[in-house]
């Protein structure tokens, strides 16, 4: 029950309470196989920010127990991305640093008639679990003396068995109605190279012994974990017990699945492999690398996820409320800049090919702190080509033949007096105007973006490629779609736009932030160099240039 103390040793329970001060001690624990997805945000947010209420700790573990599918790029990524989101790990510690004392443990389990080797296939363990899937039937192993386990276990070690021959398994209940009580599988021997221990080890622990055996090890007062976990509390609570070690509180809260994307590492990393994205951080994916990469701060995910509680419901959140939580905390702190996105020439006929006003533009209409900027108005502006229209309505207020319209921020509106097709297209290649600089001007019912030609100013400046992003998925529910989440790929995601212009005050504010992002990147590796084991195998952090950026 939420609550209570699983802890029934007093002994054990003094002891922990002697380590801990009867502080609340956590752990983030990801398996190092993939970049850390907005899901995980909950989980940094939880574990980190229960602790920190508390006046606790919380660890960064590395659950580094499946060496096939463990990669250095993402260790260094997750301890990037933790400190990103503004949490510092009271310890990173692995899984894998406790190796030697949960080999001892198993022999421990096995001399205690707790755990067996045992030779089954996965065919005839599913078979001996039958067609209703009940009770379960004992193999031949599960009788051997305990003896013989032990010698097989020693095999196991010694690199006699290939993968799948022998597992060390649990002697757990056979007879409960709980499937994780059916004598989970504690080693398996695999043939791989693990990223810290090398070849040292042919058999690694699985999950279910590892997880909370060390919890149990780093004195975790609380083990929160997702609501999937539910059914092996009492397994994880049965082993704890069975090896008289002291037992954490296993809590359970509902993850968060953002509708409309993917929130598995696996899946995304076969989008990565197969070209649907550029790679992990491709900005339509809601890994935090890409929300980072979008320029999403980490104040606003937190934000976000704080508004969503830590019930144990699973919740199911449109993409539309993220986005709505962003567009909130980015409100009053972005800086606005004009852009023409396809740029259409606008000749202001009535003033003098020199004539030049240097507009004072505030970077946030209501939020003068932020400060202005200087941009050039001249003779030859660019509008974009969708403000302009030949067909003019009663319900459309911008830029028409004979009709006027406001500038943001420009002293004058303007108005159009004739235009210029190609007539090889029939597109409209050049408009003409009048500046309302004299007697009432017009009252412009609506105000367009702007970029004014001035080469001494460098304005405008010229952008090579925009990319505008669209969801990735057609529908709310990807997983649902046949034969599989792939087929509810949106196959037009990006769209490409050459040749947009910018005003130029782009320069001096992506200066600052490519400087900030340097700045940023170098104080990162600087710290995760400093970490004993992160990076150890041989991988250099990169160098990061400014286009890399
Ligand atoms: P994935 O299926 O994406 O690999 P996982 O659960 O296997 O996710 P882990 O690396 O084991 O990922 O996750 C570390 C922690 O983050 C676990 O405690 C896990 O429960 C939690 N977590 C993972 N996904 C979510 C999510 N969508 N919402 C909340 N917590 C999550
Ligand atoms: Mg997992
Ligand atoms: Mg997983």
């Known amino acids: ?21 009867g502080q609340v001690w956590t752990r983030f624990p990801p398996e190092p196989n993939g970049y850390l997805h907005i899901g995980h945000s909950k989980a940094i947010f939880v574990n980190f ?65 707790k755990a067996y080797v045992c030779h089954c296939t996965q065919e005839q363990i599913k078979a001996d679990r039958g067609e209703k899937i009940s009770a379960p039937k004992a193999c031949v192993h599960r009788s051997r003396p305990i003896q013989e ?13 290939r993968p799948k021959e022998a597992n060390l ?10 499937p994780q009580m059916w004598d989970l599988t504690a080693y398996r021997v695999l043939d791989a190279t693990h ?66 994307t993917i929130n598995s590492k696996r899946k995304i990393l076969q989008l990565v492999d197969e070209g649907y994205v550029s790679g992990w951080d491709d900005p339509r994916l809601y890994t935090l ?120 921020q420009a002293p004058y509106p303007i108005t159009c007096t004739s235009y210029k097709i190609d007539s090889a297209t029939g597109e409209v290649t050049e408009v003409f105007c009048r500046l309302e600089d004299s007697g009432t001007p017009p009252k412009p019912k609506a105000y367009i973006q702007w970029v004014a030609e001035h080469a001494s100013s460098g304005s405008p400046v010229r952008i090579d490629e925009t990319r505008i992003f669209h969801p990735l998925f057609k529908s709310d529910n990807p997983l649902a779609a046949v034969p599989d989440f792939k087929a ?24 600052r932030s490519i400087a900030d992002a340097l700045e940023e990147a170098r104080a990162r590796s600087a710290k995760s160099k400093a970490i004993p084991g992160a990076g150890s195998n041989g991988a250099d952090t990169p160098e990061i240039t400014p286009e890399q950026l």
């Open 289 to 408: 690398i890409a929300l980072r990469r979008r320029g999403v701060p980490p104040g606003a995910i937190l934000s976000f996820v704080s508004t969503l509680g830590v019930s144990t419901a699973a919740s199911n959140i449109q993409i539309a409320r993220f986005e709505q939580t962003l567009r909130q905390y980015l409100e009053g702190s972005a800086p606005r800049l004009f852009m023409v996105m396809r740029p259409l020439k606008v000749i202001i006929e009535n003033v003098p090919d020199d004539y030049l006003v240097m507009v004072d533009k505030p970077f946030h209409p209501k939020n003068p702190q932020l400060g202005s900027s200087q941009i050039p108005f001249t003779r030859t502006i660019y509008i974009d080509a969708d403000d302009f229209r030949l067909e003019d309505s009663k319900d459309y207020f911008r830029l028409a033949p004979g009709k006027s319209v406001g500038l943001f």
């Open 169 to 178: 398994r649990m002697k757990m209940d056979l007879t409960d109605g709980n």
């Open 195 to 260: 990223h810290r221990t090398l070849d040292k080890w042919k058999i690694y622990p699985t999950y279910d012994y590892t997880h909370c055996l060390v919890d149990s090890f780093e004195n975790i007062s609380h083990s929160l974990c997702t609501t999937e976990f539910i059914a092996s509390r009492q397994s994880y609570e049965w082993l704890c017990d069975a090896l008289d070690v002291y037992k954490p509180r296993q809590s359970e809260f509902g993850r968060l699945n953002l509708q409309g």
């Open 1 to 21: 029950k939420p609550g209570e103390n699983p802890q029934t040793r007093p002994e054990l329970r003094e002891q922990h309470l002697r380590v801990t001060d």
């Open 49 to 113: 920010g229960y602790a920190a209420h508390h006046g606790g700790k919380c660890y960064l573990r590395f659950d580094d127990t499946n060496p096939e599918k463990e990669e250095a790029r993402y260790f260094e990524s997750i301890i990037e991305v933790v400190r990103w989101l503004g949490f510092e790990p009271w310890k990173i510690t692995y899984s894998s640093d406790y190796f030697d004392q949960l080999y001892d443990l198993a022999i421990e389990l096995i001399k205690r008639d």
């Open 149 to 161: 386990s032990l010698d097989e276990f020693k095999k196991m070690t010694d690199g006699y068995y």
């Open 488 to 511: 509810d790929i949106n196959s037009n995601s990006m769209e490409v736009i050459k040749g947009a212009m910018v005003e130029v005050s782009f320069w001096p504010l992506a200066k």
